[in-house]
């Protein structure tokens, strides 16, 4: 039987013990391009359509990049004894085929939120104005609808991150392609609540550091430099800030996950010889 606080263990063991290949792998893959995509965001808003989109690909990059990062730490944990040098190069391997199970997981929820969109095109809603800062509120019915929807959606979305929870070091270690989420499926069956009591702590303990790390680090270089600007050195500091916070939590949930592959990779073979 697999025990969260088991893989937990693990997970800082694993960190504490091989912490000299764990540092420069989540600096350069996770720490940079989240740091840099942080100070990017702000722009998207206050810049003309063409700079817009130069700065939208930049962001898809950096997306690229800190999924590369978590990659080489997903190898890394899998396999300590084969050292960074090793991890790296898994992660160039896999990097493609991690790009193509990303873009189906897009449409998946591209899809998902699909109704939503619908209902508010139906309704009427101006997205333009709602673009640029200035959205009229939706009908009564359509946000009944919404709000309905919304908790369906988060919901069956939470039970789909418990599922596929491992879908990231399966790819890495079996390198089954699609069949990365029949079986990760497969590995969390009869586990998913669980998952989901992690996957709810992981997120709100995560929002609430970053957030509150955004609002002290930014309250304090805004009175220190100038931060009335979309981009500033205080919004530079502050994004540097969230990044290290945001490269601490994602270091934590790539190498659980990678240790939770493992354990349920193991009680699902012993019940399997068991038979």
Request: aromatic share 8%.
């Amino acid at each position: 039987m697999v025990v969260i606080g088991s893989v937990w263990d693990r997970t800082v063991e694993f960190i504490s013990d091989n912490l000299s290949a764990v540092v420069p792998i989540a600096l350069m893959g996770v720490f940079v391009p989240m740091s840099i995509y942080t100070s990017l965001a702000p722009l998207t808003s206050s810049v003309a359509s063409a700079e817009r989109l130069v700065i939208q690909c930049v962001m898809i990059a950096l997306g690229l990049w800190s999924l590369w990062g978590k990659l080489a730490i997903t190898a890394l944990a899998l396999d300590p004894h084969g050292g960074r040098s090793v991890a790296i190069q898994m992660a160039g391997r896999r990097l493609l085929p991690a790009i193509g199970i990303s873009l189906l997981l897009l449409a998946a929820l591209l899809l998902a939120t699909a109704p939503v969109l619908i209902a508010l095109q139906l309704a009427g809603f101006d997205f333009v104005a709602a673009a640029s800062g200035h959205p009229t509120p939706p009908g009564g019915p359509v946000r009944a609808f919404i709000v309905l929807y919304g908790l369906l959606f988060v919901l069956v979305a939470l039970w789909v991150a418990a599922r596929l929870s491992v879908v990231l070091p399966t790819m890495v270690m079996e390198r089954r392609g699609l069949g990365v989420f029949r079986r990760s499926f497969r590995l969390t069956r009869g586990f998913a609540l669980k998952i989901v009591g992690v996957v709810l702590l992981y997120l709100i303990v995560s929002a609430v550091a970053e957030k509150a790390t955004q609002f002290v680090f930014g309250a304090i270089f805004g009175l220190l430099f100038d931060g009335e600007s979309a981009v500033s050195l205080a919004t530079i500091l502050t994004s540097i800030m969230v990044g290290a916070v945001v490269t601490g939590f994602t270091v934590l949930a790539t190498a659980f996950c990678a240790k939770l592959y493992l354990a349920l990779r193991d009680a699902r073979e012993s019940i399997v010889n068991a038979r």
